[in-house]
């Protein structure tokens, strides 16, 4: 069975629920990049989103602006991955709670559990359907983009959401810093590109991407398959790389995307992995745009399927700043601590 990335949406630091940043990317300039907003009044009412946190209507907005109306309410399954939910409305919550318990807010507290983001995608779309959320730090994305894959190979799947979700507090920030998550000024593609220092810089992103079994015009690109592992060996991973592309009869990788985020230990772990594949293979990265979060693995799956569907990959996303044409399969690899592991194949169509 193929499975199709038909549609593909993004709310973070750049233009959102756009493409620009493909030929035309805002460079962030700050530690914390925060969501840049769409106008909501386009997606949600007013009544609505006065009761919702800025994570859930981005997230209700990404989803939206991804899903055609009449596909919606047919949708098999919305699976969600997120690492800290809807951290906004979990602070307010808890703060309200040690200010006194009388007059607790009640929208606090449903939006400050995590599968809030999924149920409430389900309630505006009208969908019944198998409805899953993951909040698995850095593999959050991943696990749901798994288990959708999954569904697809069983036959239980022809068509579902799978959104990665993810906001940053100040709070929460401070508390990171404090453990090393972040430089002490902002990360520039220099970095990225040669990282001879700990941390990285935050960033806020919500994504959605609706898979098909059938392949439309619109279609981005067909995925292939995705695995999880922890604290693979080498071996492993090498044999499951050559396994993947002999099964979809790629031989040649063109591009990798790989997260590296100006972290010298993070980025490393990249370039060993990148060992593991031809050296004709031009590394991608997204994170110079984006930030990092616990779900921007689902932005590269987004960047990579974006690079596929305009068949090319622009100098600015490129690790030797050189424009990679003609365009036919990338490999999007993600780790999160040198422990727990994902490999998606993605091919042209």
């Given at each position: 069975m193929s499975i199709f990335i038909d549609k593909a949406a993004q709310i973070s630091i750049q233009q959102p629920?756009?493409?620009?940043?493909?030929?035309?990317?805002?460079?962030?300039?700050?530690?914390?990049?925060?969501?840049?907003?769409?106008?909501?009044?386009?997606?949600l009412s007013p009544a609505t989103s006065r009761r919702m946190g800025t994570a859930l209507k981005c997230a209700l907005s990404s989803?939206?602006?991804?899903?055609?109306?009449?596909?919606r309410s047919n949708l098999d399954g919305i699976l969600t991955g997120t690492g800290l939910g809807s951290i906004e409305n979990t602070e307010n919550f808890l703060l309200a709670m040690l200010q006194?318990?009388?007059?607790?807010?009640?929208?606090?507290?449903?939006?400050?559990?995590?599968?809030?983001?999924?149920?409430?995608?389900?309630?505006?779309?009208?969908?019944?359907?198998?409805?899953?959320?993951?909040?698995?730090?850095?593999?959050?994305?991943?696990?749901?983009?798994?288990?959708?894959?999954i569904k697809f190979k069983l036959k239980e799947f022809s068509s579902a959401l799978v959104n990665g979700v993810d906001e940053m507090t100040e709070k929460y920030f401070q508390l990171f810093d404090q453990i090393g998550y972040w430089k002490d000024?902002?990360?520039?593609?220099?970095?990225?590109?040669?990282?001879s220092s700990n941390g990285s810089f935050a960033g806020e992103n919500s994504v959605s991407l609706l898979l098909t079994d059938q392949k439309s015009d619109d279609t981005l690109?067909?995925?292939?398959?995705?695995?999880?592992?922890?604290?693979p060996t080498d071996q492993r991973l090498k044999e499951y790389i050559q396994k993947l592309c002999k099964e979809n009869d790629i031989h040649q990788i063109d591009a990798i995307v790989i997260g590296n985020n100006g972290d010298d230990e993070n980025d490393k772990e990249y370039k060993r992995l990148c060992g593991f594949i031809e050296p004709s293979a031009t590394p991608i990265i997204y994170k110079h745009l984006f930030g990092e979060s616990f779900t921007m693995s689902g932005i590269g799956v987004y960047v990579g399927a974006?690079?596929?569907?305009?068949?090319?990959?622009?100098?600015?996303l490129t690790m030797n700043n050189c424009q990679l044409n003609q365009l036919k399969s990338v490999l999007v690899l993600n780790h999160f601590k040198k422990l727990d592991y994902s490999i998606t194949l993605l091919k042209s169509c």
């Open positions: 629920l756009s493409n620009e940043w493909f030929t035309n990317p805002m460079q962030p300039t700050e530690r914390l990049c925060k969501f840049s907003l769409p106008n909501f009044k386009q997606y989803a939206l602006s991804c899903v055609p109306e009449e596909k006194g318990e009388e007059g607790l807010s009640p929208s606090n507290f449903m939006q400050s559990t995590h599968n809030t983001i999924g149920s409430q995608i389900a309630i505006a779309f009208k969908c019944h359907g198998y409805n899953i959320t993951y909040a698995h730090r850095g593999t959050s994305f991943d696990s749901a983009l798994l288990n959708a894959i000024r902002s990360v520039t593609t220099d970095d990225i590109r040669n990282a690109c067909e995925i292939c398959d995705t695995e999880l592992f922890y604290c974006t690079c596929l569907k305009e068949g090319y990959v622009p100098a600015h």
